[in-house]
T-cell receptor, first 115, second 116 residues
Framework: DAKTTQPTSMDCAEGRAANLPCNHS???????VYWYRQIHSQGPQYIIH???NNETNEMASLIITEDRKSSTLILPHATLRDTAVYYC????????????????FGKGTLLTVNP | GAVVSQHPSWVICKSGTSVKIECRSL??????MFWYRQFPKQSLMLMAT?????????EQGVEKDKFLINHASLTLSTLTVTSAHPEDSSFYIC????????????FGPGTRLTVL
């Protein structure tokens, strides 16, 4: 699976949009971009994933560049409860990855939402 | 959404004893479960992958005789840390993949193991 690069930490003011970047310049055509987050001392929580089109759900939006070498996770109105480590992961699709679908976690970005 | 539980949420044991951690998918059938370990201020490291009814696949460097994994049913997987030592103290997290839901894994809340 392709490696990702994320900033170590970011700050955001409560109520403002949080934009978390991720570089995945070696991504291949059959790899999806996934975002998870982990609040302190809890298990990771799935946020969103996409292949090449932008995606939006009730939690966030995912913007993937046209060349797919980078993406941005957007939390439109950050709250204090969004303070967490955010992981960007790229992974092969089920057609290639077989039945295991492993997720490889990097160091992620610690997002701190300030009052 | 799908819910995964772990039991216990924390455990303290003496060095040399064995500890069993349970991972349950509460409202779906989990054909595949994953076990991760996370040391303080570090990321999650995959330990092993288990498919229901078959032997677990361990990641390189993970001792299969020390970390016994059983996935006997579609809703339960167990991780047993045998002859635990202080260096095994960590946060153990499981995740589960639902049958036919290839793109999502659901994580449990984690189990904090402290070996004295």
């Amino acid at each position: 699976d392709a490696k990702t690069t994320q900033p170590t930490s970011m700050d955001c003011a409560e109520g403002r949009a949080a934009n978390l970047p991720c570089n995945h310049s070696t991504i291949s055509g059959n790899e999806y971009v996934y975002w998870y987050r982990q609040i302190h001392s809890q298990g990771p929580q799935y946020i969103i994933h996409g292949l090449k089109n932008n995606e939006t759900n009730e939690m966030a939006s995912l913007i993937i560049t046209e060349d797919r070498k980078s993406s941005t996770l957007i939390l439109p109105h950050a709250t204090l409860r969004d303070t967490a480590v955010y992981y960007c992961i790229v992974r092969v699709s089920r057609r290639v990855g077989g039945s295991n679908y492993k997720l490889t976690f990097g160091k992620g970005t610690l997002l701190t939402v300030n009052p | 959404g799908a819910v995964v539980s772990q039991h216990p949420s924390w455990v303290i044991c003496k060095s040399g004893t064995s500890v069993k951690i349970e991972c349950r998918s509460l409202d779906f059938q989990a054909t595949t479960m994953f076990w991760y370990r996370q040391f303080p201020k570090q990321s999650l490291m995959l330990m092993a992958t288990s498919n229901e009814g078959s032997k677990a696949t361990y990641e390189q460097g993970v001792e299969k005789d020390k970390f016994l994994i059983n996935h006997a049913s579609l809703t339960l997987s167990t991780l047993t840390v045998t002859s635990a030592h202080p260096e095994d103290s960590s946060f153990y997290i499981c995740s589960a993949r639902e049958r036919d839901m290839y793109n999502e894994q659901f994580f449990g809340p984690g189990t904090r193991l402290t070996v004295l």
